[in-house]
């Protein structure tokens, strides 16, 4: 098992903004990127930086809102949260694998909270 260690949660006022990071320890990977799990809800796609195509994908809710990124030296992702909405909220989880995280992916961080309240 892979260790992925998310960090830079909290708690942000509606339009503020966040970033998230996540290392992986060990082992370089192809594909990185992250879900969220809201309060009573599936676990759902956010982000993804593949970096065999130099491909990002993003979900519609998060469009022009979040960016993803790489330090592939220090082999973190990034997940830069603005514009934040009380919708945001959830257990952000980081994600990796040799191929592709828009499938189930291998590798699963502990998860980190989001809380978007005035």
């Known amino acids: 098992q892979v260790p992925l260690v998310e960090s830079g949660g909290g708690l942000v006022q509606p339009g503020g903004s966040l970033r998230l990071s996540c290392a992986a320890s060990?082992?370089?990977?192809?594909?990185m990127g992250w879900y969220r799990q809201a309060p009573g809800k599936e676990r759902v796609f956010v982000a993804a930086?593949?970096?065999?195509?130099?491909?990002?994908d993003y979900a519609d809710s998060v469009k022009g809102r979040f960016t993803i990124s790489r330090d592939y030296a220090s082999n973190t992702v990034y997940l830069q949260m603005n514009s934040l909405k009380p919708e945001d909220t959830a257990v952000y989880y980081c994600?990796?694998?040799?191929?592709?995280?828009?499938?189930?992916?291998?590798?699963w961080g502990q998860g980190i909270q989001v809380t978007v309240s005035s």
């Open positions: 994600t990796a694998d040799p191929r592709t995280v828009r499938l189930t992916p291998d590798y």
């Open positions: 060990g082992r370089t990977f192809n594909a």
């Open positions: 930086n593949r970096w065999s195509d130099r491909s990002i």
